[in-house]
């Protein structure tokens, strides 16, 4: 997704996933990316509401789903909350409240003239959540999205119940060499395209690739000493073929911080949520039923 065949299915088959969807088949696979060159992803069902968080000078845009304990996914660098289309549904399904964000400089979203940073993308999440009323979270991230996560919950716990880290990594260290791939020309394409049609910014696409790659590069540069200071439950979670990450990095991370866990998912790379959905989705419902508390899940308290 940044850091530098699909079977053929029945136009039936097809119309069904095109629209919010709880009964995914498991059988779906799109491990070459083949049918989102196709056919992107489908669509977010209908919100409960939208808009604009302002923060930091930038329109910070979002989407909720769902009615039920708050969950915010948040994705990696050059994509938008559109990224979520298998996810999403899934989770209103559960009984959870879904809120996608697209990160600034991307989807909808607008930035200033600074650099890039985490730490200011976990703000501009902070800001949405307090527009929704949103005390306490778990958060799903992906990449740059599992970063911003991880700072949030590093900075302010009590806002998190827990981060879901899907393919990032936390120093330099962890990322493989760059191996050019069928499967990263076509969701570049397919990032290019997302963004000539929902950005503000026109023509920024490349200047916002740029700009990322720099804060990818060196942030957020924890160290051990940081990671133990993380007081929330962390999945450091993994595709078995991921491009960009080092296994043993992602071990490293769950080892670090205090109660870690690691999950490797097999067969599927960097973009497992769009590959396998049903089974991406099936680890991520069981991380959010071990550390969203009882007691949100009956009374939505965090609201």
Known sequence: ME????????????????????????????????HLAAHGVPPLPTAVTNGYASNENA????????AG???????????????????VPVLIEAGYTAIVIDSRGQGRSTRDERP??????????????????????????????????????????????????????????GTKPFQ????IDRIYSHHVKEYAALSPIAGGFEAMRDDLGVMQ???????PDQLREIAVPVWSVLGELDEFIEREHAEYIARSIPGGRFELLPDVSHFAPLQRPASFNRVMLEFLSEVVPARENQDHAAF
Do not use: K
Not at 180 to 183: A, E, F, G, N, R
Not at 217 to 223: H, V
């Open 3 to 34: 850091r530098h065949g699909a079977p053929a299915r029945s136009s039936g088959y097809h119309r069904r996933m095109t629209h919010a969807f709880t009964d995914l088949d498991p059988r779906f696979r799109d491990d070459d990316l083949a």
């Open 59 to 66: 329109r910070i845009w979002y989407a909720s789903f769902g």
């Open 69 to 87: 304990p708050p969950v915010v996914l948040l994705h990696g660098g050059l994509g938008n909350s559109g990224n979520w289309g298998y996810q």
């Open 116 to 173: 890039y940073s985490y730490e200011l993308m976990a703000s501009d999440t902070r800001a949405v959540m307090d527009a929704l009323g949103v005390a306490r979270a778990a958060f799903i991230g992906w990449s740059d999205g599992a970063d911003t996560a991880l700072v949030l919950s590093r900075q302010t716990p009590d806002r998190s119940f827990g981060v879901f880290f899907f393919g990032c990594n936390v120093d330099s260290a």
């Open 180 to 183: 050019p791939s069928t499967v």
């Open 217 to 223: 590069g060196g942030q957020p540069n924890y160290g």
